[in-house]
């Protein structure tokens, strides 16, 4: 996804791609397209994220695997803190998803060090841990430089 077009479109079939899938079967570039609209893109997220998530249809499964690849995004300081904050308070309308009483099997998980925190709070039984280790290049200070725009990087 190139972030210097504003494609709502491109990044709608992102979001469907993020909710369709369990957190392990989305694609490295899928979640790397998604992570760097998040971390550096121009689009007014919150608005198209919040038409998604009030979709008459849309389990809440499918909310709950939204929510937490955006919650588990917005903890890195590549990405400027208004919008961090933006994408923090959509996150706290929706808290009511994170599931009180987790599933045995995501309580197994986690006691063993094998889902990550944000996933057994969203009450997922998978997490996106295996592609991170692609997407995490695109968090650098390098990267974030070489897109030559306000980051949350060169902030003040």
């Known amino acids: 996804m190139d972030l210097n077009q ?31 609209q998040v971390w550096y893109g121009e689009l007014d997220l919150v608005p198209l994220l919040r038409e998604h998530l009030v979709q008459v249809g849309v389990v809440d499964e499918s909310r709950r695997r939204l929510l937490y690849v955006v919650d588990r995004l917005t903890c890195y300081p590549c990405m400027l803190r208004s919008k961090a904050a933006q994408l923090r308070e959509l996150l706290k309308e929706w808290a009511e998803l994170r599931l009180a009483q987790p599933t ?39 990267y974030a430089a070489s897109l030559g725009r306000v980051t949350g990087y060169s902030e003040p």
């Not at 494609?7 to 899928?30: G, H, W, Y």
């Not at 986690?110 to 280790?133: C, N, V, Y």
């Open 6 to 36: 504003k494609n709502e479109a491109s990044f709608l079939q992102l979001i469907d791609t993020v909710c369709s899938r369990r957190p392990r079967q989305i694609s490295e570039k899928a979640l790397a397209d998604f992570a760097k």
């Open 104 to 142: 045995p099997y995501a309580s197994e998980l986690a006691s063993r060090h094998l889902l990550d925190k944000k996933a057994f709070e969203w009450g997922l039984e998978e997490d996106i841990t295996p592609q991170m280790k692609l997407v995490l290049k695109y968090q650098t200070r390098h």
